[in-house]
């Protein structure tokens, strides 16, 4: 088998997957530009630890635990649902913030951390990828080298976007443009990210 040209394609779709916009890119957007630039690169933190722990459920035998127990499947959706809801709550209940008040205790990165490890593992995005596409490319039977490129290319790619993404949306440039429209951009978060687990919530297949 050609694992090269497997781990080629996976780095591609991969990539593309990752930047299509979903819940992981509004969190961080949200962390990097509410809370400052730190604090979104702590939440991509979690997001990479939730998606190793995908792959390792897709390596392990993800898609096929989700045809042998439907309701696990229908369960995770559920709760994803559930908790992107509760975030697009937060987020329309966030008070406006002056640049001074940005200055958070070191307790609160924890929080940060737990808000990205949270909604990466409860992304019906990841649920879709890691439970079908990401398993075309490499599975259960792969080599061990082979899995630990596959779980490389994915913290590769997401922390390469991400942190971009958290490094972008939390320059002083963008946080000064973002105060003069942080109800509106709040708003507009919180209605993508409530639409997000409206839909995973609501989905019948």
Known sequence: MDYVGSLSALFVVDALAVISPGPNFLVVT??????????????????????????????????????????????????????????????????????????????????????????????????VYFGSVFTLFVGPSSPRWVESAAAGIVLLNGALWYGGVAMFFGSARVQRAYLALERPVTRVTSAVMAAFGARLLLERE
């Open 30 to 127: 949200g962390s990097a530009m509410h809370r400052g630039r730190s604090r979104g690169l702590i939440t991509v933190l979690g997001i990479l630890s939730a998606n190793l722990i995908w792959v390792i459920g897709a390596l392990l035998g993800l898609s096929l635990l989700f045809e042998l127990v439907p309701w696990f499947y229908g369960t995770l959706k559920i709760l994803g649902g559930c908790y992107l809801l509760y975030l697009a709550l937060q987020y329309w209940r966030t008070p406006r913030q002056a640049p001074s008040d940005r200055t958070q205790p070191r307790a609160a990165y924890g929080a940060s951390y737990l808000r990205g490890f949270l909604t990466g593992l409860t992304n019906p995005k990841s649920l």
